[in-house]
């Protein structure tokens, strides 16, 4: 299972590692990329703390899926 780990910004995702972002933004989306998978969650409160759950659940399945250890959760803007 992956590790979930709150950060406050992109810098802090190491460099050689595979990963899942789940990130505020303006709007939800999902991105692949190289090493992973980002999916952005719009601010719209109070539906933006559901939002980082079920994005976490779903990370949590694509992550084993997809053998990647960890997922990253940056809930500050901009990330």
């Known amino acids: 299972m992956a590790n979930v780990k709150y950060i406050s910004s992109p810098a802090e995702i190491p460099a050689d590692q595979n990963f899942v972002l789940i990130a505020a933004g303006f709007e ?3 991105a692949r990329h ?3 998978l980002t999916i952005t969650i719009g601010q ?3 539906e933006n703390e559901r939002a980082f759950l079920a994005a976490i659940e779903s990370a949590k399945a694509i ?3 997809e053998g990647i250890p960890t997922i990253f ?3 500050q803007p901009p990330c």
């Open 34 to 36: 190289p090493r992973g």
């Open 63 to 65: 992550a084993e899926a």
């Open 28 to 30: 939800n989306g999902n």
């Open 73 to 75: 959760v940056c809930k």
């Open 44 to 46: 719209n409160p109070p």
